[in-house]
């Protein structure tokens, strides 16, 4: 009995000595980012052009100076979050425009199809108002998350698409995202 203990003794000890000796250890994260959601203030866009809107006091309203930007084209950047929403707005002169420019932003929602997981559609429907449009919230590794367009059905076209840049964080990702959605929609 002796000599077995003293034969398993060794043993067992160089079977914990030799199991620990990874050095490729590397250490997990404690915790989630945390993420400090803004004061939820609004001011009002108030640039001359056929429209209004109200976004939030921590983002920056810029207009877009890309190479083929177009008078009513605007970048609202929400930089704490790397992101931004563009924005374009268009004069409709036809029911061919019209339906020309809601084709194209499905179209450009649905050209993510390869890489979304989902791509939810919700209508927008404000008769009062005269404000229609469908909102597209695109899940996945996508280069755009959300997508919209606003119409009176006969003279005016807003289209938004937001891009966030470099996020790798899946978790962060969804919360940004759910904080755009109440900001986007009514």
């Not at 707005?89 to 339906?99: A, L, Q, R, T």
């Not at 990702?173 to 759910?178: E, R």
Request: charged share 20%; proline share 5%; glycine share 2%.
């Amino acid at each position: 009995m002796k000599l077995k203990q003293l034969i398993c003794v060794p043993f067992v000890l160089l079977l914990f000595v030799t199991a620990c000796q990874n050095h490729d250890y590397s250490p997990k994260p404690k915790a989630y980012f945390r993420i400090v959601f803004p004061k939820k203030d609004y001011i009002t866009f108030t640039k001359p052009v056929p429209f209004s809107f109200k976004y939030p006091t921590y983002a920056v309203m810029e207009q877009d100076e890309s190479r083929d930007a177009q008078k009513n084209w605007y970048n609202l950047h929400f930089k704490q979050f790397n992101g931004f929403l563009h924005l374009t707005y268009y004069d409709v002169s036809g029911k061919s425009e019209y339906d020309e420019m809601v084709e194209d932003a499905r179209k450009l929602a649905f050209k993510h199809t390869i890489k979304a997981r989902a791509i939810d559609q919700k209508i927008i429907n404000y008769p009062d108002h005269h404000v229609y449009g469908i909102y597209y919230a695109i899940e996945g590794n996508t280069a755009s998350s959300v997508q919209f367009f606003l119409t009176d059905s006969a003279k005016h076209y807003f289209r938004g698409l937001y891009i966030l840049m470099n996020v790798r964080n899946t978790i962060l990702l969804s919360l940004l995202l759910n904080l755009l959605k109440r900001i986007s929609i009514p």
